[in-house]
């Protein structure tokens, strides 16, 4: 996929549809898959092959129709390689630079998904016309300065600047009430709604 050029330029074709969206559609089914990975990995409910820790994070996949973007499948990603020294490291100067401070270990901050993950879900996509348009990923701690944990941090924004999709955030920090928006590319001035639909 193309990527957008910096702010406030216009986005080059590829990706203009995308960042002209103006709304997310997503069905009820599919944000029930996105809250249950959310939900198993707070509970510490590990799947086969999963990194053992309390972070979500995934893809979604759908279809311009109109202005809209209509949500054909959530993909959770099993692997985060944050954890290994050879592919953590670019990571560790990000988190250390733009981290907020929090209860979370510094080393334990950020998700790096394994490309081979990625590209199976890029490679599902082609086959049947849909587009990787997001990323999810969850917020659990809440912040005094931040107490719904719901928009996009600082490090967040940084990771997010010329990928190209939009960037959902899943707040965890109350699970009987979760709490998702979604930013493009990060950037908080960057929001549309997302419509639940049947």
Known sequence: MNRPPPRGETPRRGSRELYE???IELPHAH?????????????????SGETRE???FGLLAGRMTGTAIRTSGV???LRNLRGDPRAGADLDAAVRALATPSRTPLRR??????????????????VVGDLVYGSY???????KHDPLRDTPTP???ALGVNQGIWMLIVSMVDPHQPRLR???EGDKDREVPIAITE
């Open 137 to 143: 990923h969850m917020h659990k701690v809440s912040w």
């Open 182 to 184: 979604a930013f493009f």
């Open 75 to 77: 993909f959770p990603l």
């Open 109 to 126: 901050r950020g998700w790096l998904a394994d490309s081979r993950e990625i590209f199976a879900v890029y490679r599902r996509c082609e």
């Open 155 to 157: 490090l967040d924004n």
């Open 21 to 23: 969206a103006t709304q």
């Open 31 to 47: 944000l029930q898959v996105l809250l249950r990975h959310a939900r198993r990995k707070l509970e510490g409910r590990w799947v």
């Open 54 to 56: 309390h972070q979500a």
